[in-house]
């Protein structure tokens, strides 16, 4: 389908193109905020759901002292799991991706020190990872 341009689209883009303003560097704003932030990286791929659980809530909890902004969990897709009906019950690997979370989002303690948890990432199947945003710690 091919839009016709409109008169009204051709004079705002004389005006734009005519015009002396610069344009904000975006890339440059951007780069400047992630400098700013801290952010860390957990990999829980062949962690038992336990173990996971106790490896994630004792991560928070040291970011968090930390002050820490941001931490990454990777748990992969779960895709080679065994039990994708009931991610508590794999014999050898737990669907981490949604165990995990919902570990966290249970735990009251955790809850206290983190800010948002990115659930858009949790519930995208082509997804196996998760931002933590934390809350500044105040000592």
């Known amino acids: 389908m091919i839009k016709k341009i409109t008169n009204k689209d051709k004079k705002d883009w004389k005006k734009f193109v005519d015009s002396d303003n610069e344009l904000e560097n975006k ?9 700013n932030i801290n952010i860390k990286l957990i990999d829980l791929h062949g962690h038992t759901l336990e173990n996971a659980n106790k490896i994630i809530s004792n991560f928070i909890d040291k970011c968090y002292l930390d002050n820490v902004n941001k ?3 990777i748990t992969g897709k779960g895709s080679r799991s065994k ?9 050898d690997l737990s669907i981490l991706k949604y165990s995990v979370p919902d570990y966290i989002k249970n735990n009251f303690e955790l809850m206290k020190k983190i800010k948002q948890l990115d659930l858009a990432s949790i519930n995208d199947p082509n997804q196996g990872k998760f931002d ?3 809350k500044k710690f105040i000592k």
């Open 83 to 91: 039990n994708k009906e009931d991610p508590y019950l794999s014999k």
């Open 132 to 134: 933590i945003t934390l």
């Open 71 to 73: 931490i990454r969990v």
């Open 27 to 35: 890339d440059i704003t951007i780069n400047q905020t992630e400098k």
